[in-house]
């Protein structure tokens, strides 16, 4: 190892050992943007867990509608989403994009591999939304509204993962560029929100068998963690 290449590598170290998030923990507006995630997050961990679970009361009929695959799927959704918290916490902008990305995916599959496996082999993403689109969990008016929605997330993220514009670029050009927070962490925070909100949505409204049977506290959290026309609409009030 030359000695440029051993003074780099000693500030990276340097910088790893330093290395803190206090910038965000600290700073009262940018905790106020994580807390709007994680109480989106915590609503979705709960209901996976109740989905999941061999303690929770739906667990063997959530398999049997939806299988080991849309186990597996759905608990991916809920890893994506922590990794996507994360992500935004060091401004990774791009790899946030790409994750949410990633958490849309498994949960299309999650709700459609039963029906549609051939979803499971698709490498373009249009497929894979036309696969689900067919399947009984997104044919009903919550979930074609749902899928119709979350299309357009989709959308909005590829602007992060594809540069399409300046506006998109983050100019990091070192490992010490991290953590950066800007408008563009309040911007994927609030696509965040809007996207684990449709992912409740979908599962409350178009299960409600299993959904009525949830521990009542979990019901709690995941109604707040919806919008108000979103709760109305998924309980049947306004039908």
């Not at 997050?41 to 849309?70: I, K, M, P, W």
């Not at 922590?82 to 849309?104: D, N, Q």
């Not at 949960?107 to 698709?122: D, G, N």
Request: hydrophobic fraction near 40%; include cysteine; glycine fraction near 8%.
């Amino acid at each position: 190892m030359n000695i440029s290449a051993r003074q780099d590598f000693g500030e990276f170290v340097a910088f790893i050992n330093t290395f803190s998030l206090n910038e965000v923990a600290g700073n009262p507006e940018k905790v106020a943007v994580i807390r709007q995630a994680h109480a989106q997050f915590l609503a979705l961990l709960t209901a996976a867990g109740e989905l999941l679970s061999d303690s929770g009361s739906v667990q063997h009929d959530f398999s049997g509608s939806y299988g080991d695959t849309g186990e597996r799927y759905l608990g991916e959704v809920v890893s994506d989403c922590s990794e996507f918290i994360m992500c935004v916490l060091l401004g990774m902008y791009r790899s946030a994009g790409g994750t949410l990305r990633s958490a849309i995916e498994s949960y299309l599959k999650a709700f459609s591999a039963m029906e549609q496996p051939l979803i499971l082999q698709r490498t373009s993403v249009p497929e894979v939304f036309n696969d689900a689109t067919g399947v009984g969990f997104f044919s009903s008016r919550i979930g074609k509204s749902v899928i119709a929605d979350l299309k357009g997330i989709y959308g909005e993220l590829n602007a992060y993962v594809h540069t399409v514009s300046p506006d998109y670029m983050f100019g990091a050009l070192a490992v010490g560029s991290f953590p950066s927070w800007s408008d563009k962490s309040i911007e994927l925070v609030k696509i965040f929100v809007r996207a684990v909100r449709l992912f409740l949505y979908g599962v409350v409204g178009t299960r409600r068998d299993l959904y009525d049977r949830f521990d009542h506290r979990n019901k709690v959290i995941s109604n707040r963690a919806m919008t108000r026309w979103q709760r109305r609409s998924a309980m049947g009030v306004d039908d």
